[in-house]
């Protein structure tokens, strides 16, 4: 009977009894127990736990004024910075439950998110307001408003089964599904992490974007003590700066998904070593012993066996401690963990306290040792549900009959075996859902959106690792005859899926097909679908760069997509550019240009001279 058990001392995180406390609770306490303890720090700025509790108490009290409390959601439609945290715990602290709103999403999925949450309140700022319909507009407060205008009556105690997030996730149907968890989880992952963690406080980077679940296990660190040094954009997709960052603000631990680190672990290796020269200040207050090596707590996407054996020579050489964390959304963030060691391959370790890991078979029953089942996750993580969808609810959280306790268990359609010396081994999906980039994909959503694209009259999307930037989508379109005779178009099915679809869930290749191949059962063959190739060298399209602007985005281009020239009027996508060779791409010309370049401006002007009229303040 394959069932794995914590290997943590049993009874840890558990969501009841007379000894339980909210994340809210534990906040507070170490506020006021430390009140001039360094919270927050981002961009130059830093708080105290006494000033971020005087300011989030101040938020809550105006949400509460409005009606926010304990079965209701608050949107939080912020940018990365100290109003989205203030923001994030003022909510908490009301009793509601928060809501992320990504202002780099497009206005329709925002819409679209909104409309099935449903929240009460949105805290936003005046520059992105306006990214929600009007309609909205009248609940939407910015945070220093909200704080003036308290008076609320006070929160009463949370339970372990109220609300505590709400974060959205792909569908398989063409729609995101939020994904409802509880204060229950949430102390249950604290606890769980403090044996991965250890008690002493630490200075810990927040990487992840708010709308991904990691960002979750995150600030979740200000509940136990810690200091958050929230991570700008620009930082994030630049691996130098982000390198420089870990070591001037002194981090202890930074959260980071494989194929970040990938870009990244270069500069975190070259960093100096406490036995040599450093720039880290000597003084100020310091949690952790300078010499102790930074704690990478990798997870959102499997760890692939090279990056392995390269995380663990730099733990056996003292320089990193990196650690691997496997859970999906509707297990709260985390549900298994492993030192990344020499020990073997890439594996998901054992169960954090109080999380059940059962491999089981098409009926629900154990598989033999050794042997392939489906991972299903049990115990104090498992979350409430899909947000207004109690059909999918019920086909993914099951009665847990193995342990007879009348609770559940999630179906996360992941296959593992216990391998050897009990190893948790992950084998893969069972379905067509991916990880890129550490971002949960259902294909299916993007297979539905870009069936809507003119043009297209079906569409199968594929992860690929045989792009020439690396892993990345493919959106296989088979096309519709056009009326006016017109061929595929694939700069207008790239702007009318980017209208639906964050950035990152965006073809990084659209391959036009006129039929799809099929197996002898009828259905489309995706193992025949074929690999892109990388264009064919071709003339510069247009004329030549001529702004410095462009002269300077030009050259750049030739760096990134490895050609020898391009033309004003080029596609970075059609050249061969994708995901991971944008970020490479503004982190450049961050440092070429000395200013922030989003993510998102290279995939809204893909052509060469509308991204260089964007950067100049001209209209595309």
Request: aromatic share 4%; proline share 10%; net charge neutral.
């Amino acid at each position: 009977m394959t069932v794995l058990a914590s290997a943590y001392p049993v009874g840890a995180g558990q969501p009841s009894g007379p000894g339980w406390r909210s994340v809210v609770d534990r906040f507070e306490q170490v506020a006021a127990a430390d009140p001039d303890r360094p919270a927050l720090v981002y961009d130059g700025l830093a708080l105290s736990y006494g000033e971020l509790a005087a300011r989030t108490a101040a938020v809550a009290s105006g949400l509460t004024a409005r009606g926010a409390g304990p079965e209701t959601v608050v949107g939080l439609l912020l940018p990365r910075g100290v109003d989205l945290v203030v923001g994030l715990l003022g909510t908490l602290r009301s009793g509601a439950a928060y809501l992320p709103l990504d202002p780099g999403l497009p206005t329709d999925r925002l819409a679209a998110m909104c409309d099935r949450a449903g929240p009460a309140i949105v805290l936003s700022d005046a520059a992105h307001r306006r990214r929600l319909p009007p309609a909205r507009t009248r609940r939407i407060l910015t945070v220093d408003t909200c704080a003036r205008s308290g008076g609320g009556p006070a929160r009463s105690a949370i339970r372990p089964g109220q609300p505590a997030y709400a974060i959205y996730t792909s569908g398989s149907t063409g729609q995101p599904k939020a994904v409802l968890a509880t204060h229950g989880s949430l102390a249950a992952l604290l606890d769980g992490l403090g044996t991965v963690l250890g008690p002493e406080p630490a200075r810990v980077g927040w990487n992840a974007s708010p709308s991904f679940d990691a960002s979750v296990q995150q600030w979740l660190r200000l509940c136990r003590g810690d200091t958050l040094v929230l991570l700008g954009d620009a930082v994030r997709g630049d691996p130098q700066a982000l390198a420089a960052l870990v070591s001037g603000e002194r981090l202890d631990d930074l959260d980071i998904t494989p194929s970040h680190l990938v870009s990244v672990l270069d500069h975190l290796l070259d960093r100096p070593t406490a036995d040599g020269p450093t720039d880290r200040p000597t003084d100020g207050p310091t949690d952790r012993s300078a010499d102790r090596p930074l704690r990478l707590l990798i997870g959102g996407e499997a760890i692939p066996p090279a990056l392995w054996e390269r995380l663990a020579r730099a733990r056996t050489a003292g320089r990193l401690e990196p650690i691997n964390l496997y859970g999906p959304t509707e297990a709260t963030v985390d549900a298994t963990c492993t030192p990344v060691d020499d020990s073997g391959g890439p594996h998901l370790g054992t169960p954090l306290p109080g999380v059940r890991v059962h491999l089981l078979d098409p009926a629900l029953r154990p598989v033999p040792e050794g042997e392939e089942g489906e991972l299903y996750l049990a115990g104090a993580g498992v979350s409430r549900g899909y947000l207004g969808r109690p059909d999918l609810t019920a086909q993914r959280f099951v009665a847990d009959h193995l342990a007879g306790d009348g609770g559940r268990m999630y179906r996360t359609g992941d296959r593992a075996r216990v391998g050897p010396g009990g190893r948790l081994e992950f084998l893969g999906r069972l379905d067509h859902q991916v990880k890129l980039r550490g971002y949960r994909i259902e294909l299916g959503e993007i297979e539905a959106v870009l069936g809507g694209c003119p043009g297209v009259a079906q569409a199968v999307a594929l992860l690929r690792d045989d792009l020439p930037g690396g892993p990345g989508i493919v959106g296989y379109c088979r096309t519709a005859p056009a009326a006016d005779g017109q061929p595929f178009d694939a700069d207008a099915v790239r702007r009318a899926a980017g209208a639906l679809l964050p950035e990152y869930m965006l073809p990084a290749v659209l391959v036009p097909v006129a039929q799809f191949p099929l197996t002898t059962s009828g259905k489309v063959d995706r193992a025949a679908l074929p690999a892109p190739s990388r264009p064919e060298p071709a003339e510069p399209a247009g004329a030549r760069p001529a702004t410095p602007t462009e002269q300077a985005v030009a050259a750049v281009w030739c760096e990134v997509l490895g050609v020898e020239q391009v033309g004003a009027d080029d596609n970075f996508f059609t050249l061969g550019g994708q995901s991971l060779l944008a970020i490479g791409l503004a982190a450049r010309l961050r440092r070429r240009l000395g200013r922030a370049i989003p993510l998102v401006a290279v995939f809204k002007h893909p052509v060469l001279h509308q991204f260089a009229a964007y950067l100049d303040g001209r209209e595309p």
